[in-house]
């Protein structure tokens, strides 16, 4: 039985997820490996097996070389841009995972930018890599819903399942040639930035709702919301909407209402109010 030449590119949960299915399928001869340092301080970071095709480094480009005579390339929980000597080495094509319904919100950040919005459902998307970010044509989605209360870690951990349930579902028919790609439509969707510390300032003056999810939306593992609190600064880490209060209707957006016993806060926000649950102190 010939095997499929195949290389991996990636890190993270959802980046084991695809490794660790690569180094065991009985169809893949796994040539080599790139994932980042163990010492790495990116959200979801897990330490790979050692091995002798494992390389550790935080730029695929700079193996560039190495990529030749591959059939496939997968990459998942990676960042980086490829250079087109990677995207041109895999006769058969370079494989991502995007977490959102491609075409819609290509680009940076995007898990965020939908929670933050307010989206109930998502997708993570398998696609082939082309040299425009997120633009290669899609070989299978899978939809992912996100509960009210849902913090980013949970979303994440969803967006998980979803990469394990794509590979085993279609990694056999992407080896028997039965997975047909369907071309994206380019103009129909659009772009996300990557986000910065501006996007993660609470604006009081924003209805409660918009701001518990910005809360759920940089959540753990990432660096959260940032508030000021009555001159203080905070790190905004849970929170719940509060409709009714029984008094501080009156307050500016903003104002500390409530200080509970058990250290919990009620602020006054444009249209009610929001209890702080987890914080910290900056």
Same mark, same amino acid.
């Given at each position: ?156 951990? =969803? %967006?998980? !399942? /979803? ?10 028919? &992407?080896?028997? $040639?039965? #997975? ?54 905070? =790190? %905004?880490? !849970? /929170? ?10 009156? &307050?500016?957006? $903003?104002? #500390? ?26």
């Amino acid at each position: 039985m010939k095997k499929l030449k195949v290389a991996f590119i990636g890190g993270m949960t959802d980046g084991k997820i695809v490794y660790e299915y690569l180094s065991k399928n009985r169809y893949i001869n796994l040539c080599f490996s790139i994932t980042y340092p163990d010492n790495s301080s990116l959200p979801r970071h897990v330490i790979f097996t050692e091995n002798n095709k494992l390389i550790k480094t935080e730029s695929a480009n700079q193996y560039a070389e190495k990529f030749n005579d591959l059939d496939y390339i997968f990459v998942a929980g990676w960042s980086e841009l490829l250079c087109d000597k990677i995207l041109n080495s895999a006769s058969k094509g370079v494989i991502g995972f995007h977490p959102s319904k491609l075409p819609f919100n290509r680009g940076r950040s995007v898990v965020a930018w939908q929670i933050e919005e307010g989206y109930s459902e998502i997708a993570l998307t398998m696609f082939y890599y082309n040299n425009y970010p997120d633009g290669g044509d899609i070989l299978a989605q899978e939809n992912i819903k996100i509960e009210y209360n849902d913090y980013l870690n949970d979303v994440l951990d =969803k %967006i998980d !399942q /979803a990469t394990y349930n794509l590979m085993h579902a279609n990694f056999q028919l &992407l080896r028997k $040639g039965l #997975l047909k790609p369907r071309k994206q439509n380019i103009e129909d969707g659009n772009f996300r930035r990557l986000r910065n510390s501006r996007d993660s300032k609470i604006n009081w003056n924003m209805n409660s709702l918009n701001i518990y999810n910005k809360i759920r939306a940089i959540s753990y593992p990432y660096p959260c919301a940032l508030a000021e609190i009555n001159s203080k600064n905070y =790190k %905004i880490i !849970q /929170a719940s909407v509060l409709d009714e209060f029984e008094f501080g209707n009156e &307050l500016n957006p $903003g104002t #500390l209402v409530a200080e509970l016993y058990n250290k919990n806060m009620i602020i006054r926000t444009k249209d009610s109010f929001l209890l702080i649950e987890k914080f910290e102190v900056l």
